[in-house]
Structures are given as structure tokens and as C-alpha cells.
């Protein structure tokens, strides 16, 4: 069962039904159709998020194509016992490096790319730990449904930077971390990618 508000749930279905629709369908009348479910996809968006009714609408008219979820990728890197995370400038909280992963673009080489982009520090994708539904592992609501793919990462060199998402990299012991980016990680996630790290025969956890 999904954690989030079942308007959420409801709305991320509705918009991905218009999304097809309006992707496939030829029929002036469906596509009136299918833009008016959109249009009220916005609307229950809107008034439950507390968020502009424009600002929503033209997030979701900027999708195109089939309506998947997206893949958000994080690596997952330990060094004496502590973990890497970096800050982020959007929300000033911290969190595992990682991102969107691009077009073309294997996981392993996303999540290399990502954390070296964020951090500065250069690293070898090693042991895939968890596949995630955004929606069902305790994060706040997002318009948008996705997965979250954790890496274990070792190190191979680098040194601590910033760039343009994110002010600092540092490593935290579990006992001591800071105010985390919510959106992007969770005490209780950055807890069980330790746990599944010290137990390296265990598979890869899913959903």
C-alpha cells in the first residue's frame, strides 16, 4: 500500500490516463477530453498541495509521451563507518548524492556521474541495494510517482566540493546526522541502506 494521501494516488493516475491519451489519441473530441481531465488533475492538485493552479498545470502540459514513473538514483558510499551525503541549495538539507537518471545513461554510470557531479569525489558503482517506490517508503508527497535506486558505491579518489545544486559534501555518522532534504532521504532509508551494506549476501531489496 502507497503511503501518500489517496488524492495524490487518485491525481498521479488521472494525469498519467491524460498524458496516453492525449499522446495517442488523434480524435479532436478525446483530446478535448483528455486535456479537460488534465485540467482537473490540476485543479485537485492545486487545492491539496496549496500550490498555484498555473504552476501545476504547466508542469504537467511539459510532459510528454507514455506516462512512467522516473527513476531517481542515489549512491550510497561508506567510509569509517559513515556515510556521505550532500547538502542541498533548494532545501538546505542533506542528502545521499544522486538524481535523475538521464536518457541512454546505464544505472551505474548515472549514479557515478551523479555522485561525482554533486560531490566531487570519484567512485565505482559496486553492489545494486534497493529498489524503491517513492510512494510507499515514507517520503513526503510529490506530484510525480518515480523510483529510487540505491547504489553502494566505493571510493576511488576526489575531494569535497560544491556545485550547482549542492553546498557542501561531508561524511555523517548514523548517529549523527544532519537535518535531512525530506524529499529526497529519510533517517529510516539512510538506516536500512547501512543495514543491507553490512550484510553484503543479502539481495537487493525491491518496492
Not at 494521501?5 to 498519467?16: F, G, H, S, T
Not at 488533475?41 to 514513473?69: F, N, R
Not at 554510470?109 to 529498489?131: D, F, I, P, Q, T
Amino acid at each position: 500500500m502507497s503511503d501518500h494521501p489517496d488524492w495524490l494516488i487518485w491525481a498521479q493516475k488521472l494525469d498519467a490516463l491524460a498524458q496516453a491519451g492525449l499522446t495517442y489519441t488523434r480524435n479532436p473530441f478525446d483530446l478535448e477530453r483528455y486535456n479537460k481531465i488534465r485540467e482537473l488533475t490540476s485543479e485537485i492538485l492545486s487545492l491539496y498541495s496549496h500550490t498555484a493552479y498555473s504552476e501545476i498545470k504547466s508542469l504537467l502540459d511539459s510532459q510528454a509521451g507514455y506516462a512512467t514513473p522516473k527513476i531517481d538514483i542515489r549512491g550510497v558510499i561508506i567510509k569509517d563507518e559513515k556515510i556521505l551525503l550532500v547538502k542541498e541549495l533548494m532545501d538546505g538539507g542533506w542528502t545521499m548524492p544522486g538524481g535523475w537518471v538521464d536518457v541512454d545513461e546505464p544505472p551505474s554510470h548515472a549514479v557515478e556521474r551523479e555522485v561525482w557531479e554533486e560531490s566531487g569525489y570519484h567512485v565505482k558503482a559496486s553492489r545494486l541495494l534497493a529498489v524503491y517506490d517513492r510512494n510507499r517508503h515514507g517520503f513526503p508527497p510529490y506530484i510525480f510517482h518515480s523510483y529510487k535506486i540505491y547504489f553502494l558505491c566505493d571510493l576511488v579518489g576526489g575531494e569535497p566540493t560544491t556545485s550547482i545544486e549542492t553546498g557542501g559534501a561531508e561524511f555523517f555518522a548514523i548517529d549523527d546526522l544532519p537535518p535531512l532534504s525530506l524529499p529526497r532521504t529519510t533517517p529510516e532509508v539512510i538506516q536500512r541502506m547501512l543495514d543491507l551494506v553490512h550484510r553484503p549476501d543479502a539481495p537487493a531489496e525491491f518496492d
